[in-house]
């Protein structure tokens, strides 16, 4: 391939190729040090898109990055199948969903192919193929292949059953009734921030209304929710829609009017619900009547075209005295009701809703924004110093902040009002149905809510390493509020059998807990030496508990191969993962496993979002498929803008732009150095000496970097500043062949674990061996040159402020004086930096010190000139510039043997004077203004 033609595409595939066939990713125990990493499986629900590649690049750097530094590394991957994604997928096709057909065709999948894919076990299939082949390997990762897995396998359900069984036996399995998010087509579904089993809604919370029965003449009731039954006693009138047709239903043996979603709602929740099949417009309930429970206050009802017929029961109470849109809903209805103070508030008069609504102005219910505003200012000073007042009866005196559940125990005692749930939002499940909320009577939990377990898992987690350090800090508190978690659904799932309830499937988080230890048995089933249906308690007792014997060999390489490689290093996983997935990872392994198999670490990556900083996902449409983005940018560039673009620990919004940038970079590098090796052997100690100093830093920095996975730090080391450095001692007349050889080899190392294609592309110019099974570079200190460094920040700061004065005035130069600040103004700034490291910087001493030289008491000006401002000049130093100060270099000589490179530069004549010299040629009267680092400078 020419030097300057950098073809990624066929680059990439090229090493891919070779990698792959030479089954470089495989897993081996060889150096008595290992690292297990994996990332969070992804679920099975169609194509991935560039966000998801985020996180697995990182995992990927990461092992790379260990491999180099010899540890044996375990990077696996698999399918999490569990749940009702592939079945959701599977429905799509069979019901031949447009969108879903378009997206197939478009990728290549034959009819023939997509007639099986009504098959959820094929789309499993499917899928997993296209993870590894298309994603996986075409990104370079070196996951071990040898153990890809699925949940739905065989050999992966009796690993969980037997997860189930130890869970029962240490009683942290139990039975009580529950409310549990249900599809009507699916089942019950997850509703969490991981987003599994729904396609919006996964920061839904479940809330309890208290709806309240309010009696019309007849006897039929009209049932209002609401979260604050203690304004029970300020309800002025009720608000219905007059353009929804409501339905009449016996429920608990009362008939009750509510709006047909509102029913469908009450019949998953409550037992006793019959339809009487008799719709009422609103229009004929306006105007009428009904009753207050407990102050038994007749009110009217009135036309509210607001009241949403999907949220709760589609009735409204108003209370408009302490609700900002209620109180505009009255005026603009023109009705002649007064509002009723029934909360004192500090700072409020009688009506806290018109007040507030006065004070943002509010006209009309369509300003939502301002109404909302309003209401949080209501509520939350209700909440913090509100007292019910004389028309709240015995609860009169009661602060809001202490009622609690006492007006809405008396409201259900009495049989006037139930407990209604309802989401704080919109759930959709996967198959685009509307999620409900379902009654079961005897769900199995997992029980999270375990002192012991709770407070033995937090104190492990104290000890782990966790990334980001806010997650940590996080995490004792996410512990704590873990409640036990509903651990079985039934419908039409995917997943693993619950042994101890027929007809009953564990749901998807909780058969992903253990996981990655099923990664050391996976090996074994796909190379048919153990079969899935041959494991049994027994076995996993012996390989991951370590009681009884083995029955055979292979259960014993198994273990052995368990206890070389668990635990796992780190969990890599997005930020949804943060109050799902990662705690109850950690408190599985701690109640099962034994202390020395628990987990070490945990990454926690952001996300990549779209445009508005929503989160691409996958079932919304992802920004670019990743095959397309492949070959827009390369693999290699795309790796790098994960890298760098960003820390790993804050969302990035995708820029198609800055990805291109990227690439760009990519092959400036390529070409950069395809030109290196026409280059005249030259050499130059001070400068050799400067590059070779310069790497040392990056090799320290990076693997600085690289400990703390601060992914962002270390590309930014090697891709940046390492080519900048590089292009300086070029530019400075560089070429020195053995320098530049050995500095590209060891650069070539450095951006193997981010861009390994290129890198191998460039290392096998020279070499036969995979770049990829080479070690890191190492730091040496002796190859350090303080003095070179120093000497190259000062030519290089010296070239910046001519050229900045060039700028700006506009000057063709003929000459150019340097002038180098005095000897003892710089042994003044070393002494001073000290003494200010210590807390001692004292002007008045240093300038008594100074002027006890006979020498000196003729500068005895200039000296207290430039020491008055040492303490204002030291703050703005930062800890490299007081490093550079400290180092005893020459800047004079330095700069002399720079005179030919200025002169190239700036096409003129350079004079370079110091200014100790008694005959310095001074025209501009700049020598004054010269201190260390900073000489003065002339310009004729």
């Not at 081996?28 to 690292?35: I, Q, R, V």
């Amino acid at each position: 391939m020419q030097p300057n033609n950098y073809d990624y595409i066929k680059i990439e595939q090229k090493w891919q190729k070779e990698w792959f066939e030479e089954k470089i990713y495989e897993s081996k125990k060889e150096n008595l040090k290992k690292f297990f990493i994996h990332f969070a499986y992804p679920g099975v629900s169609g194509y991935l898109h560039v966000g998801h590649m985020r996180g697995f690049t990182y995992c990927d750097i990461i092992a790379r990055y260990k491999r180099m530094l010899g540890y044996d590394v375990l990077y696996p991957a698999g399918f999490h199948a569990s749940g009702i994604p592939s079945i959701g997928f599977a429905k799509k096709v069979e019901r031949k969903d447009e969108t879903t057909l378009k997206d197939l065709k478009n990728y290549g999948v034959t009819n023939e192919v997509i007639k099986k894919l009504s098959d959820p076990s094929e789309v499993v299939s499917y899928f997993g193929n296209v993870y590894v082949e298309d994603y996986w390997k075409k990104f370079g990762f070196l996951i071990d292949y040898s153990r890809i897995m699925s949940t739905i396998s065989e050999g992966y359900k009796k690993f969980i059953q037997w997860q189930f069984y130890q869970l029962k036996e240490k009683n942290l399995l139990i039975q009580k009734p529950h409310f549990a998010p249900f599809c009507p087509n699916c089942g019950p579904v997850a509703v969490d921030k991981s987003e599994t089993d729904i396609l919006k809604g996964g920061s839904a919370e479940i809330l309890e209304f208290t709806t309240i029965k309010f009696k019309m003449k007849d006897g039929t009731i009209l049932p209002a929710a609401t979260l604050r039954p203690e304004t029970i006693f300020g309800v002025t009138n009720m608000w219905i829609n007059p353009n929804v047709d409501h339905v009449k239903a016996e429920i608990n043996g009362e008939v009750w009017i509510l709006s047909k979603e509102a029913l469908e709602k009450l019949t998953y929740q409550t037992k006793d619900v019959k339809p009487l099949n008799e719709t009422i417009s609103g229009k004929d309930l306006i105007g009428k009547t009904c009753v207050v429970p407990i102050v038994d206050r007749e009110i009217p009802i009135l036309s509210g075209p607001f009241a949403d017929p999907n949220v709760a029961t589609g009735i409204v109470m108003s209370v408009p005295a302490h609700a900002p849109y209620d109180w505009i809903a009255l005026v603009e209805s023109k009705a002649d009701i007064e509002a009723l103070t029934i909360i004192d508030v500090k700072g409020f008069g009688t009506n806290p809703a018109k007040e507030v609504c006065d004070k943002f102005e509010i006209k009309s219910q369509t300003e939502t924004e301002k109404l909302d505003l309003a209401t949080e200012e209501v509520y939350k000073k209700e909440f913090h110093t509100g007292y019910l007042n004389e028309n709240c009866g015995i609860y009169a005196g009661i602060k809001i902040s202490d009622i609690k559940d006492a007006v809405k125990n008396e409201l259900i005692d009495n049989n006037q009002a139930i407990v209604m749930r309802e989401f704080s939002e919109e759930v959709v499940c996967r198959c685009g149905g509307k999620v409900l909320i379902k009654q079961i009577p005897d769900q199995w939990f997992i029980k999270y809510s375990d002192e012991k377990l709770t407070s033995e898992s937090k104190d492990y987690s104290n000890n782990m390493n966790i990334f980001p350090q806010e997650y940590k800090d996080e995490l004792p508190g996410i512990l704590d509020w873990f409640d036990d978690r509903a651990c079985i659904r039934k419908g039409s799932w995917l997943g693993t059998d619950f042994p101890f309830k027929k007809g009953w499937i564990i749901e998807p988080i909780s058969d992903s807990t253990l996981y990655p230890a099923y990664y050391i048995i996976s090996k074994y089933i796909n190379e048919n030496k153990i079969k899935g249906k041959d494991l049994d308690n027994e076995f996993f007792d012996y390989v991951f508990l370590g009681k009884g014997k083995a029955k055979d060999s292979v259960w014993e390489d198994i273990k052995n191969d368990f206890d070389y490689w668990y635990p796992v290093d780190i969990n890599l996983g997005g930020k949804e993962h943060k109050t799902v997935h990662f705690p109850v990872f950690l408190m599985n392994h701690v109640a099962i496993m034994p202390n020395e198999k628990r987990p070490q670490g945990i990454f926690v990556h952001w996300w990549v979002t779209q445009k508005g900083k929503e989160k691409i996902s996958k079932s919304k449409g992802g920004v670019e498929h990743i095959n397309e983005a492949a070959t827009t940018y390369g693999v290699d560039a795309m790796r790098l803008y994960y890298a760098h673009v960003g820390s790993p620990f804050v969302d990035i919004e995708w820029d198609s732009e800055a990805v291109t940038k990227y690439k760009n970079r990519l092959a400036s590098i390529y070409k950069m150095i395809g030109h290196i090796n026409k280059f005249k052997d030259l050499k130059d100690e001070n400068l050799d000496n400067w590059l070779k100093s310069k790497l040392q830093r990056t090799i320290k920095k990076s693997i600085d970097a690289f400990e703390n996975f601060d992914l962002r730090v270390a590309t930014n080391e090697i891709f940046f500043e390492c080519q900048k450095n590089l292009q300086w001692y070029i530019k400075r007349g560089g070429s020195n062949k053995k320098i530049l050889n050995d500095f590209i080899k060891t650069w070539t190392k450095l951006m193997t674990p981010i861009t390994p294609h290129l890198s191998e592309e460039l290392w096998h110019r020279d070499n036969n061996e995979f770049v990829s099974n080479e070690k890191y570079p190492i730091f040496s200190e002796k190859e350090i040159f303080e003095k070179e460094e120093v000497g190259e920040y000062l030519l290089s700061k010296v070239t910046d402020d001519i050229s900045e004065i060039l700028k700006v005035t506009k000057i063709k130069p003929k000459k150019i004086c340097i002038y180098i600040s005095p000897a003892w103004k710089q042994d003044i700034y070393k002494k001073a930096i000290k003494l200010a490291e210590e807390n001692k910087l004292n002007v008045g001493q240093i300038m008594k010190d100074v002027m006890s030289d006979p020498k000196m008491k003729a500068l005895a000006k200039q000296v207290s000139q430039f020491v008055s401002k040492l303490p204002g000049e030291i703050m703005k130093l930062n800890e490299n510039d007081k490093k550079r100060y400290l180092i005893d270099m020459k800047e004079y000589n330095y700069l002399k043997k720079s005179i030919e490179y200025l002169s190239d530069i700036f096409s003129c004549e350079i004079d370079i004077y110091s200014s100790d010299d008694k005959n310095v040629n001074d025209p501009g009267n700049k020598i004054r203004f010269a201190i260390p680092l900073r000489p003065a400078i002339y310009i004729e």
